[in-house]
């Protein structure tokens, strides 16, 4: 602590140092809000149908009195430090109030928030969460969320229409937290880059410090941030934004993707071939330009012309990383590709291992069988070249618990196809699983 103080007066006011020493990604010293606002680790829209004159309407259950009230709250307050979405789920629908607050104004809505529970928020947010409600600092969950680093959460916020320039009672907005108390790192990148898209003010000083977000991430020596900062408040409007975010995904220029979102582009614009910029991205694995998309709202299931998906590509790139960048978009792991299949079909047929393992993980359907009549497992084995890693994904799939005895359109089986083969180390697993 004496050190930090020491290097950072000598160059910074006497505000910024006892700022820096508050807390924050990069710090060690924790930032007291996270003691006071935090504790310890404490405990499209569906169609309603209208039921005509006929039609018994269900009895209102009755609403719950104060203590039982109140217990349902604290109950839903312990069930979103934990991020047991489900339970959370249940007390809501007995009546929990999202909005509800302890003694240190925390409620599930604000938890959520600077947790980084994405689930959770969503939740929150479809039962009434005041987006723009405020914690015992006086921030937003905005603020909460930069000052972690929850680039998706920051996203969320946004588009759920939170004030994006709130000042907390420290003096510090969004951005400045995200930059200040943040580190140099992918998440803090995403986020700052999610924020700047997003419209926020990127030039005011913060009353406390004094600096402007590019300045405190020059005097925090974020190289990353200052790059990012620098280019976004110094580029010139593209002419034709919509071109320009294009370009820039498919070039993985993160930082001029977040130029021309925040010029006004369509976040679901298209190029000759039908392709989003997030299919782009996805295509030529740029991550980080996916994170930014993904962060702020781009769809993971959005057809080009060859039917593909950004979701659908990644099991024929076999890229983890861009799977992992997908997710918070919560795909539609059932749509298919032109062949009729999921993306675990096209991995296991390349010998993508590492993608396999991971995606084995999700809901996808392992035995969905494609307009071909083969499954994963039929592919790894029909395609595959018997070698160690389709022996692998064999391996893996069978321990996930996919069907060995599925057939093809002509009946034979994938032990069969791997004895014909002379595949006799997979053969061995097949029959090992009969």
Sequence with gaps: MTRTVTRLAAVLPLALVLGACGGGGSSSVPD??????????????GRTSVPDDTTPRPTPSPRPGP????????????????????????????????????ATQQSAYLVATSE???????????????????????????IRA????????VGELLRAGIDRNHVNRIGYQAIHEAVWLGADGPSYATTVRVLAAGGVELERRSPTAG?????????????????????????????????????????????????????????????????????????????????????????????????????LVTGVTGSVAMLEALLPADPDLTIRNRFGGLSPIPASERGH???????????????????????????????????????????ILLDAGVDPTIADHDGVTPLQHAERRRFDEIAALLRDAR
């Design 32 to 45: 007291p809000r996270r003691v006071a606002d935090h504790g310890t680790t404490a405990p499209g829209t």
């Design 67 to 102: 203590d039982e009230q109140a217990a349902l709250d604290e109950r839903l307050r312990a069930r979103a430090w934990a991020d047991d979405v489900a339970h959370a789920r249940r007390l809501i629908a007995r009546g929990a109030d999202v909005n509800a607050k302890d």
């Design 116 to 142: 980084g529970h994405l689930e959770l928020l969503r939740l929150t947010l479809r039962n009434g969460a005041r987006v723009d409600d405020k914690d015992s600092w006086n921030g937003t969950g905005l």
């Design 146 to 153: 930069a000052e972690r680093g929850h680039a998706d959460v």
């Design 211 to 311: 600096l402007t977000p590019l300045e405190m991430a020059r005097a925090r020596g974020f190289d990353q941030l200052e790059r990012i900062l620098s280019t976004v408040t110094t580029a010139e409007r593209p002419a034709d934004p919509d071109a320009a975010l294009l370009a820039a995904a498919s070039a993985g220029d993160a930082d001029a993707v977040a130029v021309a979102l925040r010029a006004g582009a369509d976040i679901e614009a298209r190029d000759a071939h039908d392709r989003t910029a997030l299919l782009l991205a996805a295509t030529h694995d740029h991550v980080e330009v996916a994170a930014l998309l993904v962060a702020t709202g781009a769809d993971p299931d959005a057809f080009d012309d060859r039917h593909d998906t950004p979701w």
């Design 353 to 395: 291992v590492a993608y396999v393992r991971r995606v084995v993980d999700t809901d996808v359907d392992l035995d969905h069988v494609n307009d071909l009549g083969w499954t994963a497992l039929l592919e790894a084995v029909i395609l595959g070249d018997g070698g160690r890693d389709h022996q692998e994904i064999v391996r």
